[in-house]
């Protein structure tokens, strides 16, 4: 009989079970009475017919048994037996049930949660049709420290028509922040130039008017753009009518021919575009003097087409188009590459990590958790030898004690992970909210917290089909886990031994002590691994918020202005000479700045800097630093310290005596010496395009180091500029104030609507908010493994507490023969602490030699501690030990407490 004629016959008999044992009862109770017919005919009496009738047969209910045995049924009928039974003893034993119950939903919550997010980011697929034929096209020079590198606008219009591998290949170069004006309040928004192409190759549709047309995208075309669905419900309140109108954007008018679906996902995790504006290319392929963006280019694989057969393309296409380059940036090109990588890689490139090893760390957690619930189980399985004696002989076979074992530990762990779902479910709803303005007030700086790692594919985080998958079978897994050996062990029963001796004085054999021991060690070596790792973590951000930035985060407001990119120099001078005296008189306002970078914010080399004497000598001999604007309190608002010299002065006028600012790194790499007074030349707006223009400045003072790019930034040399003579588009307020500095945000944009109503002023926070968005991250990583290892050290010491507790209860008489033997109390603790303390000990260094080898995946999130640190490894090991000691310290106060007289008298 086939698998499915099995499986209808078992529905048949569920379904119509009553029916059918009445027409099987009829069926032999009719063979019986035709076969007492026949012995009757033959002469024999009623009675003794009827007997010998039964006799032939077997006795109505063992034929019963044996027609139900060979029912496909049966197998489904005994398991719903094993588990009412189960669920009896769950009844009769609740704090074991739930103690496993929370135990395990607390692994298994943990674990589902951590499994989510992994699906979201690593293996769902993206939300494109045939995702797996889209590749990111980059550069990569080792030389030049270059990983993942945008291609040069000629370079991706060459390769828009020279890569055979690809269907077709579509880009986007990222515009920046510009300004929305024209349409009520001035807002600041986001904005990617991408080609006509870029949405047909995604097989994205804009969900009102058209996409770009295939000749918008080229250098001269049109002034046309596309909104994102986000902004034009928040901004233009989902008016479609909005789409043909002429919106202001960066001071020009262009008009609106389409807005983007709502669920569309940007394919770059760094960018979340508000406007879709044409790339604006130049269909010269020739790289020279012109405008060149940084294009981010995709592509869309050939049917057929391998990774492997593109990277061959892209190589031959990168040697064509080095051989067409001019010397002067030949250098800058040596030892290049460029390759295809799948895009959903690309995109999830920098959590891939992180992930694996948070994933690692819960699953650790479980198989804690499972030790612990396993050694319940075969404490258990001692005080149960007797019930399983008494089966065993009523004819109970081996197999059949087993699988009532594991239905048991099936029912606690599908339990288990019901809690565990709901866990999951709760903290996926948190990491959701987290990507929507105040979408939990309550919970806001968690939900923002849980956020931070997910980015835009936060709203995929999600509890569906593949994570029940995954928690059914963690499930079945932490089944095999806890109560596989308990299962075995319960079963491997001496009937003899049994059943003559009393409950009270049955106890588990040597194997069963020696594996509850080996669960006990397994626990402590995991939670040191996790102890270590956390120690190494906590350690590395205290590094991070500890190390000296150059600048006083505290009782500071910060936010960010831009101009218009098409502002003459002179109109940027005016309204900063307008907006900072009215920043300065605010109430409650100390001092009051402005700077091109705040610090600890993103800032690359932009100026040329040669000696103040001399020819100028060939582009490739210059040095490049990093040059900042600033008004002149700026230093006093950062609370970065003036180490020799003076800051700048009022006197700094735009007309007046070109002069600069250093910082000590500036100082020692440039002249190695005393810097007051010396002369340089900086070239700040220097372009490709046009001539050298450059400007001699004198230093009249050397600045304390402060870091930017970053908590975890190093240190560049920086040079600082006057406002007055190097204006900037864009620039951020800094204001210091003995008050609570976000109180100052509606004063603060007040005064900016005032100055220009036309210029939005946005991202105001703190500086102590900036910094901690900065290290956000780097926290929750900390903070989520923190947490874990606290978790296994809880388990742990509640093992400890579990197995020591139980060793005392059985071994009771052997404590008051001791007593009786002139041992003393102390004695009895010293030998119940010390067993903990060996136990410890073997647990402790096979965690420290895991440890050993596992921390060095942490490598890269560490700041200023090594990969095996002595301190985290004694730390960890030390805690470990104290919780060991104080979980077998109960149990050997309890037995050092024995009544001699009341032991001996019971037994």
């Known amino acids: 009989m086939g698998v499915s004629s099995r499986l209808r016959s078992a529905l048949q008999v569920l379904l119509h079970k009553r029916r059918i044992e009445t027409e099987l009862d009829q069926e032999i109770r009719s063979y019986v009475e035709a076969l007492e017919d026949e012995k009757i005919k033959s002469g024999i009496s009623p009675g003794e017919a009827r007997r010998q009738a039964l006799a032939e047969c077997g006795g109505l209910e063992q034929v019963k048994q044996a027609v139900r045995d060979e029912q496909a049924s049966t197998v489904i009928e005994s398991f719903a037996q094993d588990f009412r039974y189960g669920l009896r003893q769950i009844r009769h034993n609740p704090a074991f049930a739930w103690t496993a119950v929370i135990t395990l939903g607390l692994g298994i919550g943990a674990t589902t949660a951590i499994f989510s997010a992994l699906y979201a980011l690593l293996i769902r697929p993206l939300p494109y049709p045939d995702s797996d034929r889209l590749m990111e096209i980059s550069e990569n020079n080792a030389k030049q420290g270059e990983h993942d590198a945008p291609l040069i606008s000629p370079d991706f219009v060459a390769a828009q028509s020279s890569l055979r591998s690809f269907e077709s290949v579509a880009g986007f170069t990222d515009l920046g922040d510009w300004n929305l004006t024209g349409t009520g309040d001035p807002i600041r928004v986001k904005v990617v130039g991408t080609t006509a192409n870029f949405l047909p190759m995604l097989h994205v549709a804009p969900w009102k008017g058209r996409a770009f047309l295939n000749s918008e995208d080229r250098a001269g075309g049109p002034a046309v753009m596309l909104l994102s669905h986000r902004l034009w419900q928040s901004k233009f309140g989902g008016d479609s009518r909005i789409v043909g109108r002429p919106i202001t954007l960066g001071g020009k008018t262009r008009t609106v021919v389409g807005i983007l ?92 990590k992180p992930l694996l090893i948070l994933l690692a760390c819960v699953g650790a957690v479980l198989l804690i958790a499972c030790a612990n619930v396993a050694n319940l189980q075969l404490a258990r399985t ?6 399983m004696a008494v089966r065993g002989a009523l004819g109970a076979r081996r197999t059949r004690l087993i699988r009532q074992f594991l239905v048991e530990s099936l029912t606690l762990a599908a339990m288990a992970a019901v809690l565990g779902l709901g866990i999951a479910s709760v903290a996926t709803w948190l990491i959701r909210l987290g990507g929507i303005p105040g979408g939990f007030a309550p919970a806001a700086h968690i939900t923002e917290l849980l956020h931070v790692p ?40 001496d009937l003899r031994t049994a059943l003559q001796a009393s409950a009270r004085r049955l106890s588990g054999g040597r194997q069963q002590r020696q594996l509850r021991s080996l669960l006990l060690m397994s626990e402590i070596g995991l939670a040191v691994v996790l102890l270590s790792g956390a120690g190494l973590l906590i350690r590395s951000f205290v590094n991070v918020l500890s190390s000296d930035s150059g600048y006083d985060p505290r009782q500071c407001l910060t936010a960010h202005i831009a101009r218009n990119y098409s502002d003459p120099p002179e109109k940027l001078q005016n309204f ?37 004497d001399g020819p100028i000598p060939p582009r490739e001999q210059w040095r490049v630093y990093c040059a900042i604007s600033v008004t002149p309190e700026y230093f006093r608002a950062a609370a970065t310290r003036v180490l020799e010299g003076r800051p700048f002065g009022d006197e700094v006028r735009a007309e007046g005596a070109p002069v600069a600012l250093v910082n000590r790194a500036f100082a020692q790499q440039f002249f190695k010496g005393n810097v007051l007074g010396q002369r340089i030349r ?16 004198t230093i009249v003072g050397v600045v304390q180091d402060a870091r930017y790019n970053g908590p975890e930034g190093s240190i560049q040399p920086v040079i600082y500029l006057p406002m007055a003579q190097v204006p900037q588009a864009e620039m951020s307020i800094l204001l210091r104030t003995p008050l609570e500095p976000g109180s100052l945000a509606a004063a603060v944009r007040k005064v900016v609507t005032d100055t220009d109503p036309d210029q939005p002023l946005f991202d105001i926070q703190t500086m102590e908010s900036r910094v901690s968005q900065l290290v956000a991250q780097r926290r929750l990583m900390m903070l989520l493994i923190a947490s874990f290892a606290a978790l ?34 102390k004695g009895l603790l010293r030998l119940i602490v010390a067993q903990a303390m060996r136990l410890t000990l073997a647990g402790g260094i096979g965690g420290i030699a895991s440890a050993w080898i596992l921390d060095r995946f942490l490598a890269s999130a560490l700041v200023g501690v090594k990969v095996h640190d002595p301190i985290a490894l004694s730390l960890a090991w030390a805690l470990m030990t104290i919780i060991a000691i104080l979980g077998s310290s109960l149990p050997a106060i309890n037995a050092a407490q024995t009544d001699l007289a009341f032991v001996l008298h019971s037994e």
């Open 261 to 352: 679906p709502a669920h569309f996902l940007f394919p770059d995790s760094a960018v979340e575009p508000d406007v879709y504006l044409p790339a604006s290319l130049s269909t010269d392929t020739t790289v020279g003097p012109g405008l060149v963006y940084m294009m981010r280019a995709i592509g869309r694989l050939r049917d057929g087409a391998t990774v492997q057969q593109a990277d061959a393309d892209l190589k031959l296409f990168a040697e064509n188009r080095a051989k067409s380059y001019p010397a002067s940036i030949a250098q800058y090109v040596e030892g290049r590459e460029i390759l295809a990588e799948p895009l959903h890689r690309y995109l999830t490139g920098d959590n891939r």
């Open 382 to 387: 001692v005080s149960r030898q007797h019930e």
């Open 454 to 493: 997910f980015g835009k594919l936060s709203a995929a985080v999600e509890v569906n089909g593949w994570v029940l998958a995954f928690t059914a079978g963690l499930a079945l897994l932490t089944t095999v886990l806890f109560g596989l050996a308990p299962a075995i062990g319960g079963s491997r029963t």
């Open 576 to 612: 900063v000479q307008q907006l900072l005296p009215r920043l300065q008189a605010l109430p409650g306002v100390q001092t009051a700045a402005l700077t091109s970078v705040l610090p600890l914010q993103d800032v690359s080399p932009n100026s040329a800097v040669l000696p103040g």
């Open 682 to 697: 900086t070239n700040i707006n220097s372009r490709s395009d046009g001539p050298d223009q450059f400007t001699t400045r």
């Open 792 to 825: 296994a050290l809880l388990l742990a010491g509640v093992g400890v507490f579990g197995v020591f507790s139980y060793w005392v209860s059985q071994r009771r008489l052997e404590m008051g023969i001791r007593l009786a033997l002139g041992s003393s109390r």
